[in-house]
Nanobody, 123 residues
């Protein structure tokens, strides 16, 4: 069992930065691939980024490449999403997810999900 809690969302101006955190509880955290998804009003949930348990492999959506960075600290049971050069289209609820296989998480299949944190980018 893995419990995920996101934090760090808020209101930021276009061009600004935010760092999201996802704190996980459960002894098996380090065995999971972790990822971030987002959902804007009226749109379907979309993949943002993922990182394997070792941190050796990362995957990003084309829309955030070069701007967002995913990382994890297994000792702290936490995964991060550093978001730079934010744009209005980044406005969404951001969700943390855990899945044992990266290829499954990449296509939206997650074993565990957090409740989400709101990110609003003003222009």
């Amino acid at each position: 069992q893995v419990q995920l809690v996101e934090s760090g969302g808020g209101l930021v101006q276009a061009g600004g930065s935010l760092r999201l955190s996802c704190a996980a509880s459960g002894r098996t955290f380090s065995t999971y691939t972790m990822g971030w998804f987002r959902q804007a009003p009226g749109k379907e949930r979309e993949f943002v980024a993922a990182i394997t348990w070792s941190g050796g492999s990362t995957v990003y959506a084309d829309s955030v490449k070069g701007r967002f960075t995913i990382s994890r600290d297994n000792a702290k049971n936490t995964v991060y999403l550093q978001m730079n050069s934010l744009k209005a289209e980044d406005t969404a609820v951001y969700y943390c997810a855990a899945e044992r296989r990266l290829n499954k998480l990449r296509v939206g299949v997650g074993e565990y999900w957090g409740q989400g944190t709101q990110v609003t980018v003003s222009s």
